[in-house]
């Protein structure tokens, strides 16, 4: 069995994970827990409530998921040979079924569904139309992909596959964008904006919004059958023929602490997904080591994903590793959750 970032492996009793990236052990993959039924959990976070089934479900916000996954008996977790640790993670025998984002808006594009399910044929509809994608260049992940959606308020939720395809989705978006059909998300947007809390110490709230708006993954679109707006995103996820499982041939990940550096962008051709990788040239460095023998930057922090591109001169704070392969070592600075989360960036240099 086969995962790749955003698929959605359903365990026995009713969980809903989200597989996170690429690289997992054979048969199972390392996730997050995003839904939960409520038979086994409830919840009074007022965004959590998914009541568009029979029965409701809730989501995980923060670290929830993680809490609850670790505490089942036995716990949903993994071990990760190279890290060293124990995370998040389900097997093969543990689930019922996979949701799969591409196989669900197939079916999704077939049915005579609600005004919101129209609405995401609808868009998939203008931008095919549009460009040479097709439809299958696409999915539907979130509630929308489980059918526990609420018209009235839920938004829509979509992958992008591959590499050419997402960069012709953000060429597309952004004549789009000039019309009546779609608006940029981020445009007129401003620091009093969404989120509420920012506490990111070496990147500006200004400077997120700019950002994410120059990113054209994001967007809005007047429903006419839901008579509202409605929240659009794009998420980048590679092709199958684009994946390299880097599980089994990485030996060990040994952290060499928290490091900053300056340098360019060789490539920002994977910044969209999950991890972005960013092959590098460093220049300048915090610590002990030349900073030639950083090969890459590995960010697994939303708020970074497309945040440079090939050319760039940027700054990147985040922690030293050394990855040891079978097939030799190198250095890489690594942007994740865990402490010092806030403390973390990479952004280009003419944003400080």
């Known amino acids: 069995?086969?995962?790749?970032?955003?698929?959605?492996?359903?365990?026995?009793?009713?969980?809903?994970?989200?597989?996170?990236?690429?690289?997992?052990?054979?048969?199972?993959?390392?996730?997050?827990?995003?839904?939960?039924?409520?038979?086994?959990?409830?919840?009074?976070?007022?965004?959590?409530?998914?009541?568009?089934?029979?029965?409701?479900?809730?989501?995980?916000?923060?670290?929830?998921?993680?809490?609850?996954?670790?505490?089942?008996?036995?716990?949903?977790?993994?071990?990760?040979?190279?890290?060293?640790?124990?995370?998040?993670?389900?097997?093969?025998?543990?689930?019922?079924?996979?949701?799969?984002?591409?196989?669900?808006?197939?079916?999704?594009?077939k049915m005579d569904g609600d005004a919101l399910q129209r609405t995401c044929v609808e868009i998939i509809d203008l931008i095919t139309e549009s460009s040479s994608l097709k439809a299958s260049d696409f999915g539907v992940f979130g509630s929308l992909a489980h059918s526990f959606h609420n018209p009235l308020f839920s938004d829509v939720d979509l992958v992008i596959y591959g590499m050419e395809e997402l960069r012709e989705l953000?060429?597309?978006?952004?004549?789009?964008?000039?019309?009546?059909?779609?608006?940029?998300?981020?445009?007129?947007?401003?620091?009093?904006?969404?989120?509420?809390?920012?506490?990111?110490?070496?990147?500006?709230?200004?400077?997120?919004?700019?950002?994410?708006?120059?990113?054209?993954?994001?967007a809005v679109h007047d429903a006419e059958l839901l008579g509202r707006e409605v929240k659009i995103e794009f998420e980048p996820v590679r092709r199958w023929d684009e994946i390299t499982n880097e599980y089994d041939d990485t030996l060990s990940i040994r952290e060499l602490g928290r490091v900053e550096a300056e340098g360019e962008v060789i490539s920002g051709d994977e910044g969209g997904f999950m991890p972005s990788i960013y092959p590098v040239r460093l220049e300048e460095i915090e610590g002990n080591i030349d900073p030639g023998e950083i090969i890459r930057v590995v960010s697994y922090v939303e708020e970074f994903r497309l945040q440079v591109e090939t050319g760039e001169r940027i700054v990147v704070r985040g922690n030293l590793e050394e990855v040891e392969t079978r097939n030799g070592s190198f250095h890489q600075i690594a942007l994740s959750y865990g402490r010092e989360y806030f403390d973390q960036v990479l952004k280009p240099i003419d944003a400080q």
Not at 11 to 16: E, V
Request: charged residues 30%; hydrophobic residues 30%; aromatic residues 12%.
């Open 1 to 109: 069995m086969k995962f790749r970032d955003r698929d959605a492996p359903v365990t026995l009793n009713g969980l809903i994970f989200r597989t996170y990236g690429y690289d997992h052990p054979r048969d199972s993959c390392f996730c997050d827990l995003e839904y939960a039924p409520e038979t086994l959990y409830t919840t009074r976070e007022p965004r959590a409530l998914r009541d568009g089934l029979p029965t409701k479900h809730y989501k995980f916000y923060f670290d929830g998921g993680l809490k609850f996954a670790l505490n089942q008996e036995p716990p949903f977790k993994l071990h990760h040979a190279a890290l060293s640790r124990d995370m998040v993670g389900v097997r093969e025998g543990e689930i019922s079924r996979v949701v799969r984002p591409d196989e669900r808006l197939a079916e999704l594009m």
């Open 170 to 218: 953000r060429a597309t978006l952004t004549e789009l964008y000039k019309g009546d059909s779609l608006r940029n998300e981020f445009d007129g947007w401003t620091p009093l904006d969404p989120p509420a809390h920012w506490n990111f110490k070496h990147l500006s709230k200004e400077d997120y919004g700019r950002h994410q708006r120059c990113k054209k993954i994001y």
